[in-house]
């Protein structure tokens, strides 16, 4: 599998998503420079977690406009698979790649913790390693985390099945104690329509490694291996 | 007095009220016109101030900071430069250091934090090291004075969006509360950065004719009189005068960041320096002087972001994310085009020359022209008076009241502002970014991967001021014991350390003497156990109306784990282990936490520390953990062995039942008492043996301490705590008093 | 000229900063308080000195970067600069 | 009442927000856009109808809370809500 992954100015997952691609799939990703208009063929592109343009006015909102997006954005259109994490969620959602908003979190703190996920599908190609309902861990990070989108939104979302993870416990369940920063539906990542385009808050990439701790993010990338190589 | 103001008076000539203004004595002025040959102009008399004020000459505690170990094989560059260097083998190296930003937090909480973290930053990275971690050390008034919330709440907020938007995971750090800071807060920040060893950047600036360029922000009037302010004692007055705020712009550093790495990989830069307190007159002055070459400024070239800047002002801006460098002749194109990519402002401002003389010029005009030894070694150097703290009487264990219960005490002592969990701190740092951090924040030191190898580095910040107020010599030597501690304790090869010397007014003698004496126990210490001091900070005036807070001198110490599997951690893993304790007992109550919180006073002497029997309980220590024999390891600080035992199982999720304390001794001091050079460790039962003999042959005492399982922590006689109600203790106080108090 | 622009938060998007001031409010002992909510304000300037103009190029921005149309309103003044 | 009040840095503090709106506005093609400041925007209800002691309730309000003096400024409007 080929993967590219973008460089904004201040993005600062860019390494860390790198090294989780380049260990599941054994190739190292193209570093793909948001100036650049052109992106290598890829079969994967991914928009790294940080704080593009400092996350100055909205997070994700200047990362959206630049010259990049308008080829991840036609690349994405026609089929590319096309990763946001954290801040690449907030850069998907503002170049309307996904549906509703991420919003400052409900305690207004930034929090970094692990938190525990559903995984609503495991039919795609991000998920084929993971069993559906099973319950993952991931680390969060963010301030702008809280997923917002009106109830027409929600119901089409939930309704075509595009909710790709949600906030839960230990045992699964999907409560307001397991919710970390007052998403609505406690999604943490959602798809667009194909099941292409993920954004999701929490970093598979920070938990792809035993000595951090966890590999239950490497599964995501060994899915992406496994299905796009 | 504004700007404007200070120019016209100069057009009368400098008074003597100005020069006062400006924190320099009658008898400096005099030094500066004799060194200088001829009155100064306003901006060379901006230039002196900010050149001989405390904070960059250092002028009360040089001679006793020469006292200080700097010395090691693994030693690479000691203090001098921006950061300290130290071998971490295979060609790599460590660039640290830590600063204080005490009264900037103090004023503006949250910016004046946030910069503090960027100006360390690029301290590091200036040095051409990739910061990889951040700590920060924290002092806060007490719980219940009214500013002590907001100031909190600004500092976390301001650490945390700065190191996160950089990047750089925070990793860890100290907390403590107490009355004395409640005017005097103190904000110290760490960075550890990554460099090749064979390619650190320095600050001296050599060859003649070379430019010298800007790169980074425009320059406003920022924190002018910035570094002056640092140098000066608070009063009342001082909170209205409300200097212009430095704003921190951490985008901005990121770009920074990346471009200065970017141009160190080419063969461009002579000489690099961040432009922190006293900005462009500081970098210019002592890249030149470090180099021995002159320097000339023209100023009209340097990017400002306001209309009409005078020299005065541009010289003295604290302006951030700002950096000066002398480049190789013919590779400003490339720096350009470096810079440039990443948006940032880039001007030659200069070049060296070979008068030794900095020369800055603006709108046609000579605006100052100084001999560059008198900026740097002309300053005066003080040996100022200083009467030696009264050590206080060792405090015999039955003059300490028993507490009802042991176990009621520990409940306390958790949930206590002292000793409650720092989380609701943490988490707001991003702590994992980077993706190496192997140990988060929470155990004994941090540990974060040296990325792509097997090795990690520990790091962390040690204090404890309620020692350090009783005795200066004995509580620094404590420090530096308990920092070398807690790398110890995660299985590190403790290396060095950084330092950030707090204290109160030195022209008082009985500061000054606290001063001294926190230098010989530092010295003490960090000669006896080879951990030599290769950067640092002094941070003086820290007083208002008066009153100091206590001697503060927080080490900032780095260790090496050669192999990450070998790491050890404090959490309890495996019920059925045996759990011991290695180190002497002394039952040392004195100025211990269990004074303070339970009878809500602290007296008598702290605990000594005998640094041979901590060299030896350390290498026992780390010995064990390399040799696999070892489940869970803590250090025994704050709060003492029971303490120890609560935490270790609280990050495990285990239970402990614990043996009755052994007697004579009452049994509070033994589960309380504060004796140093010990840890609790945890092993399988069938290691106890071989962990005997190896103790027995380090001459470590060891004791048996109980064994883990359960849910609860079991004491013989009294009933038993369960981990859920020691866990709520100890968790719930920072964000309770947080939420509303 | 000059643009000054005030971005709002839909009504019934849910707006945590403005809750959290009107507790902290209350909290000081500003009883009266009822609702809060919190807005960005940004000052633009424009080399533009036709204002029809101006205007057209103020709306531009907000809708293409300043306002997240999704969850925000925006209002603007023009000034001559 | 109502108040709509901005806050906006104090001129000559930096403002890295607006900084940063602006590049990102000429990178836009918006090429006439000079100096950006970002602030803040409150709307605060006030139960009461005195318009003056409105006044009075608001600007200790900024005072103490809503604005940060050292660095900000702020200006306010009352309506009648
Ligand atoms: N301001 C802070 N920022 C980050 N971590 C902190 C801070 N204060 C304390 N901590 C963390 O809390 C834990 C306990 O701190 P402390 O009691 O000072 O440890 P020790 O006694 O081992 O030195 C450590 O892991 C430390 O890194
Ligand atoms: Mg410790």
Known sequence: MKASVIVFPGSNCDRDAAVALEAATGQAPAMVWHGDSEIPASDLIVLPGGFSYGDYLRSGAMAAHSPVMREVVARARTGTPVLGICNGFQILTEAGLLPGVLMRNATLKFVCRDVLLRVERNDTAYTSRYARGEVIRFPIAHKDGSYFADDATLDRLEGEGRVAFRYCNATGEVTQAANPNGSRHNIAGIYNETGTVLGLMPHPERLADPALGGTDGANMFLSLAETLH | MNIAAHAARAAEGITPEIVAEHGLSANEYKLLVAALGREPSLTELGIFSVMWSEHCSYKSSKIWLKKLPTEGPQVIQGPGENAGVVDLGDGQAAVFKMESHNHPSYIEPYQGAATGVGGIMRDVFTMGARPIANMNALRFGAPDHPKTRHLVAGVVSGIGDYGNCMGVPTVGGETNFDPRYNDNILVNAMCVGLADAGRIFKAAAKGIGHPVVYVGSKTGRDGIHGATMASAEFDDASEEKRPTVQVGDPFTEKLLLEACLELMAEDAIVAIQDMGAAGLTSSSVEMADKGGVGIELELDRVPTREEGMTAYEMMLSESQERMLMILKPGSEKAAERVFRKWDLDFSIIGYTTDTGRLVVRHRGIVEADIPLASLAHAAPVYERPWTKTEPQATVAAEEVPAPNSQLGALERLVGSPHLSSRRWIWKQYDHMVMADTVQRPGGDAAVVRVHGTGKGLAISCDVTPRYCAADPFEGAKQAVAECWRNLTAVGADPLAITDCMNFGNPERPEIMGEFAGAVEGMAAACTALSFPVVSGNVSLYNETNGIAIPPTPAIGGIGLIPDIATMATLALKRPGDVLMLLGAEAGHLGQSLYMQVMLNRSWGAPPPVDLEAERRAGDLVRALIRSGSLSAVHDVSDGGLLAAIAEMALAGGHGVVLDAAPGPMPAHAIWFGEDQARYVVAARPDKADAIHKAAAGAKVPLRLLGTIGGDAIRLDGEPPLPLAVVRAAHEDWLPRFMAHG | ?81
């Open chain 3, 1 to 81: 000229m000059k643009a000054r622009i005030t971005i709002t938060l839909k009504p019934g998007v849910l707006d945590p900063q403005g809750k959290a001031i009107a507790g902290a409010l209350h909290a000081l002992g500003f009883g009266a308080v009822g609702n809060v909510r919190q807005g960005k304000y940004i000052e633009v300037e424009v080399a533009e000195s036709d204002p029809s103009r101006a205007r057209a190029e103020i709306e531009r921005m907000c809708e293409q970067l300043l306002a997240n149309t999704i969850i925000e309103n925006y209002a603007y003044e023009l000034e001559a600069a």
